[in-house]
């Protein structure tokens, strides 16, 4: 008779235990749903879409708000499936009532960070017309 060795017991004990441990406590990060505030300004009217990048529903449309005026703000609740990514923010937007639409975009960044957006569609590019909230920490730079 073969005796086994308690080092090869051993060993298999704690490959096992370490297993073990690794599966039941590993930390799964799951996304939630993000809000972006948006406030309108400096356009009569505009139409908003969010537009992601990547993902399942890559330049499409995953959310639409049509006719947001001129000194209002809309929240849009981005979900989770399409998130962490990068989307782009479009509006279409009329300087005044009369005027026919013209596009306009702002590339952005979503993270698990709820957003604040004050935004003046014929300049969304420049930082002093299109600003994030302090605290923000992804589109900042």
Request: proline share 6%; net charge neutral.
């Amino acid at each position: 008779m073969i005796a086994k060795s308690p080092t090869i017991n051993y060993c298999a004990t704690s490959k096992l235990v370490v297993i073990f441990l690794i599966s039941s406590f590993s930390i799964t990060v799951k996304s939630q749903d993000v809000q972006i505030s948006i406030h309108l300004r400096g356009v009569h009217e505009s139409k908003i879409s969010l537009i992601p990048l990547s993902g399942p529903n890559t330049l499409k449309p995953v959310l639409v708000i049509d006719g947001v005026k001129n000194g209002e703000f809309v929240s849009l609740k981005v979900p989770a499936e399409n998130l962490p990514g990068e989307f782009v923010l479009r509006f279409d937007y009329k300087e005044n009532a009369a005027s026919t639409p013209y596009p306009s975009e702002k590339r952005i960044i979503i993270g698990n960070q709820d957003l604040e957006l004050w935004v003046h569609p014929v300049f969304s590019n420049y930082a002093d017309s299109t600003y994030f909230q302090k605290d923000e920490r992804e589109n900042t730079s």
